[in-house]
């Protein structure tokens, strides 16, 4: 998604990293599938372990691209595949307050319009003072 139009007339630019109006979630359905990648990590240690590697990650990922590449990124993308797999967006209209939902895996989003004006920064990344220790 790069460009997605508000009801307001006002259009949501997604084009670059770090937006504040912008959020991914997982459906509770969906979450433990989502989080369900140690068994595929578990056998990527275990080819490393016996040699077979690179056998392994052309199998798993069909490419050969990850020969020249770390074992931490590996597994980064081990777990993004899942997260990918079930991850969608959810924007916030600048200019309204409208929040935006992805519906399922499509580039459809249902609108939703806010109540009041006092949270019109609500997907704004958390900060270190917002974490209760
Ligand atoms: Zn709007």
Do not use: H, P
């Not at 991850?87 to 249902?110: D, L, M, P, R």
């Amino acid at each position: 998604m790069s460009k997605l139009g508000c009801i307001c007339g006002n259009t949501i630019v997604d084009q670059s990293n770090n937006l504040d109006n912008k959020a991914y979630f997982v459906r509770d359905q969906d979450y433990e599938k989502s989080e369900n990648y140690a068994e595929d990590i578990e056998s990527f240690i275990n080819a490393v372990k016996n040699d077979s590697r690179d056998k392994w990650t052309e199998k798993y990922f069909g490419s050969e691209v990850y020969k020249n590449l770390s074992n931490s990124i590996v597994i980064q993308d081990i777990i993004s595949r899942y997260k990918l797999k079930y991850e969608s967006t959810i924007y916030q209209c600048k200019n309204c307050g409208s929040i935006k939902v992805q519906k399922g895996t499509t580039n459809i989003f249902a609108s939703f319009k806010i109540e009041d004006n006092q949270n019109m920064d609500i997907l704004k990344g958390i900060t270190e003072n917002d974490i209760e220790n």
